[in-house]
């Protein structure tokens, strides 16, 4: 039975309850879930799902009725896809005067049994490529060869559309499968450097095309790639994103050189559940398109979204999708999209939670995550996986050792977030606090091993303070040097500056 | 059956899509061995060991600094000193962050026949008073009598500053730095100041020691 239809399990009580407990269940669930009394976007989208579960298992004859097609469907299915594990940073809080804060981290983890590393799923794409003047030279050079290695890479089950913009957008190859290797490969070599950026052009091109043939079971997906800015059109680029990420497209960013606005390509990654990366030489180009593509293929669940619904006293701070792929997540908009589940690797998120002062001793719960997905190769689409998270509130906690995995998953963030803040300083104008938030994050990746990027830190630190100013290079650097921190192991092998420009994350020295 | 959606069991959760009891936990938490640390352990969790920032509670990595506030690697490790012969010496005290409202601190410059003994105030500025400088008046401890011009203290060097129950040492951009126990200060970034530390502005050499009524 398709799970998403499981109503007991959004209810999360068994089918053999009584009407009594069901209710009871609704009424909880409802208070902390409510519009009026909990202003999360998430609460909003888990309270529907509760009341329409309800609605059926709260009226004895409905749920007769949905118990007795529920019982055709068949058993269901008793091993899951994926687990999602939730560990909060204590387990015990203590009772306080002021506010509190507690980190919780959710990880899903495929289940290896099934032998899901084998398969390759059937892409969808449309490969968006800027051959603007600037493009000129190297960079439109190895595009061409790394889109031909793609080109070869892809079967007669995948489809690939090739759009390239500058001033105006040309679909050079429209949507379809992969048959006539060599003319595609052809017609990718004519393309020529010229005009200026504008990137709506090029990804609604891009979309449209995906568009045609985009499947559930499909993964449907945008590589845009690009050195500039656009002009303008930053808003309808947006917009578009989200359009596309309703009609389940993910698009994903490569930013080469340090021309191209970062905030903007994140912004458009993170919409739909794709990643942002950035390539700082040409040469770089040829693996970073190979590894995507190879890994949108090894996806063995898409359309991964999450919805956090925390009690209604309990803020959200902030969120950080961990792995794959560290990328700040937006909270603006509920449920967040993370793209796609591989079968090899986890998917997590840490975020930090502000708790109110004058807790009372007892169990409270937290926060209620829900994780959507579907699963590509089983037909399961929408599929569920629901928990419920809580803590104990105590007046002497014991002392914790705090969980290994979110000690080192925080220290790598503080690490991104300080060059964010020390951006975020110069914004203000405050050269002096900007040059010492460098110098501290120089000193902490120093003693993390992480010589060359703390060479980059103060020599960012020295520009600053002598010149008011970051360097492109020098930011781009330590925004995506710290972010790659977070996607490898705890022994971290030192990321070198120059390993921004293969893209590989070294886990041998 | 009653299902209480915040029992004691939600904590480890492998959930399952048809586990309908989502308060149905797999393990029962162990908990650590209680050690009842009292009050002090909320001033450790929440003041910087390294900058004296105020942290909420719950915060594993100071949100100034960057320094780990949690686990063992919470304690800072300062560099023991050689060859500090003085009765301080052994001073069940050394180390300690702790400066209340009594006391008062002892800085023994070296080579300095006599230490000096002061209660500080709020803020304490360090420097060598320059008779052509106007700013001699703001000096709360004039080094020139300790051989300040030929040791490179600048005239506003670095302050020491009280909080609620800590000192901290501040660089205030002096040409010659400010080392703590060796360590190099990054200007305007305070540091504690513990009891039996290792002062030097530029190569003039202190120690300072808590002395408690």
């Known amino acids: 039975m398709n799970n998403a239809q499981d109503l007991y399990a959004i209810l999360g009580v068994s089918p053999s309850a009584s009407l009594e407990d069901i209710r009871s269940t609704y009424r909880n669930l409802a208070r902390r879930l409510h519009p009026d009394s909990n202003p999360s976007q998430g609460a909003a989208v888990q309270f529907r799902e509760i009341a329409a579960a309800y609605e059926v298992l709260g009226d004895a004859v409905a749920r007769d009725r949905y118990d007795a097609r529920r019982q055709q469907s068949g058993p269901l299915e008793n091993k899951p896809y994926f687990t999602l594990r939730v560990t909060p940073s204590k387990r015990v809080i ?21 032998g899901m590393q084998q398969l390759e799923s059937q892409l969808n794409l449309a490969i968006v490529v800027d051959h603007s003047l600037s493009m000129k030279g190297p960079r439109l050079e190895r595009v061409k060869v790394a889109t031909h290695q793609i080109i070869d890479q892809l079967t007669n089950k995948d489809r690939l559309a090739i759009v390239t913009f500058s001033d105006r957008a040309e679909v050079l190859v429209p949507s379809a499968l992969v048959t006539d290797k060599p003319g595609l490969k052809a017609k990718v070599t004519m393309t020529q450097a010229n005009g200026a950026t504008e990137m709506f052009q090029g990804l609604e091109a891009g979309y449209k095309e995906v568009l045609r043939n985009v499947s559930r079971n499909l993964v449907n997906h945008i590589i845009l790639i690009t050195d500039g800015r656009t002009y303008g059109d930053e808003p309808q680029c947006l917009a578009l994103a989200d359009r596309a990420a309703q009609d389940g497209i993910g698009i994903s960013a490569m930013g080469i050189g340090e021309e191209w606005n970062d905030v903007f390509l994140d912004q458009l990654a993170s919409r739909t559940g794709g990643t942002s990366e950035y390539i700082n030489s040409p040469n770089a180009v040829v693996r ?118 979110i000690l080192d998953a925080l220290g790598k963030l503080t690490l991104y977030r300080m060059q964010e803040k020390a951006g975020e300083a110069l914004a203000r104008g405050d050269v002096q606090e900007a040059t010492r938030r460098l110098e501290n994050l120089a000193t902490r990746l120093l003693s993390a091993g992480q010589e060359e990027l703390a060479n980059a830190a103060m020599a ?14 020098g930011h781009k650097t330590l925004k995506y040097g710290t972010r790659l921190l977070l996607a490898a192991n705890a022994n971290t092998a030192p990321v070198r500056t120059s390993s921004l420009q293969t893209g590989s994350i070294s886990t041998d020295s | 059956m009653q299902v209480e959606n915040w029992s004691r069991t939600c904590w480890w959760r492998e959930s399952e899509p048809d586990n309908h009891g989502t308060t149905i936990s797999k393990e029962e938490p162990a908990l650590a061995p209680s050690i009842f640390c009292g009050a002090f352990a909320h001033t450790i969790m929440n003041t910087c060991p390294y900058c004296a920032h105020s942290n909420m509670e719950g915060i594993f990595y100071c949100e100034e600094c960057g320094q780990i506030l949690v686990g063992e690697r919470a304690t800072l490790a300062t560099n023991k000193l050689v060859g500090v012969t003085s009765e301080l010496v052994g001073r069940n005290t050394w180390g300690t962050a702790r400066f209340g409202r009594q006391a008062s601190i002892i800085i023994h ?86 009891d039996g530390d290792e002062v030097r502005l530029g190569k003039l050499v202190c120690h300072v020691y808590f002395k408690y009524q």
């Open chain 1, 94 to 114: 203590p009772i306080l005067n002021e506010a509190q804060v507690l980190y919780v981290l959710a990880e899903l983890l495929p289940d290896r049994s099934r």
């Open chain 1, 288 to 405: 970073f398109l190979n590894d995507k593509v190879r890994t949108l293929g090894q996806a063995f669940a898409e359309r991964v979204s999450v919805s956090l619904a925390p009690d209604p006293d309990i803020k959200i701070e902030s969120a950080f999708r961990l792995m794959p792929n560290p990328q700040p997540v937006s909270l603006t908009t509920d449920p967040i999209l993370i793209g796609q589940l591989q079968a090899t690797s986890t998917a997590s998120l840490i975020m930090q939670l502000q708790i109110p002062p004058g807790q009372k001793p007892g169990f409270r719960s937290l926060i209620r995550i829900n994780v959507m997905a579907d699963i590509l190769r089983e037909q399961m689409l929408g599929y569920r996986v629901i928990a419920d998270t809580s803590v104990e509130v105590s007046a002497q906690p014991p002392v914790e050792e705090p969980p290994l995995v």
């Open chain 1, 460 to 473: 960012e630190a020295r520009r600053v303070s002598q010149t008011n100013m970051l360097s492109e290079e």
């Open chain 2, 109 to 194: 410059i070296r080579d300095a026949a006599e230490p000096l003994i002061l209660q500080p105030k709020e803020e304490m500025i360090l420097g060598r008073a320059d008779r052509n400088s106007p700013t001699a008046s703001n000096l709360s401890l004039d080094l020139t009598p300790f051989g300040a011009q030929e040791k490179g203290v600048s005239r506003i060097h670095a302050a020491i500053r009280r909080g609620e129950d800590t000192l901290t040492l501040v660089d205030l951009g002096s040409v010659n730095g400010t080392h703590l126990n060796g360590q190099r200060l990054i200007p305007n970034q305070p540091r504690v100041l513990r």
